[in-house]
Structures are given as C-alpha cells and as structure tokens.
C-alpha cells in the first residue's frame, strides 16, 4: 500500500466519531450493517453520519451497497489489513 493511501485511511480514523463508526462496520462482518443501525447504535445526526461515512469510503476503509431502500456500510477488509502491514512491515528491522 502507498504511503499517501495509509496516511489518508490513518487521518480518517483519527476522528473519534469516524473510528467509532468504523469499529461498528468492522464488527459487522462481511455482510455489513445498515446505516440507520449505525446512527442508532452512535446516537449520530444523519447529516454527520452520511458525512463521516463517506470520508471512509473516500479512504476506501468501508464500501456502501444499497439493499432496496436500505443502505449498508461494509469494512474493506483488504484495505484494513493493508494499512496493518504497513505499519507492522518494518517493526524492528533496524535491531540487531
């Protein structure tokens, strides 16, 4: 993963509302979960919800799928496991 990518998906969570919002998509599972099951489990407006929302999406953190009038966030878990391994790629390799 580049560094601009990892850095970008760093910054959006580092917001307390995204990064929570996130761990509720993550523990999801693959199938994901509802918007509204979101604001309703955070207690988030659904103007800052969808706005937090889509700079995840932006960072390619989570994917949306529409479901008849219902919208899911999905994590990308590739995209997780990724920004992980870069920070972990490097762990002391300058220890001898």
Do not use: W
Not at 56 to 74: D, H, K, N, P, W
């Amino acid at each position: 993963m580049e560094l601009e990518a990892v850095a970008k998906a760093l910054k959006e969570l580092g917001h307390a509302t995204r990064l929570s919002i996130y761990k509720v998509v993550v523990k999801a599972g693959h199938h994901g979960i509802a918007v509204g099951v979101i604001q309703e489990a955070l207690g988030v407006p659904a103007s800052t919800l969808s706005h937090h929302i889509s700079s995840l999406a932006s960072a390619g953190l989570i994917s949306q799928r529409r479901e008849g009038r219902t919208l899911y966030c999905v994590a990308e878990y590739d995209c997780l496991e990724a920004v992980i391994n870069f920070l972990r790629q490097e762990c002391c390799s300058d220890e001898e």
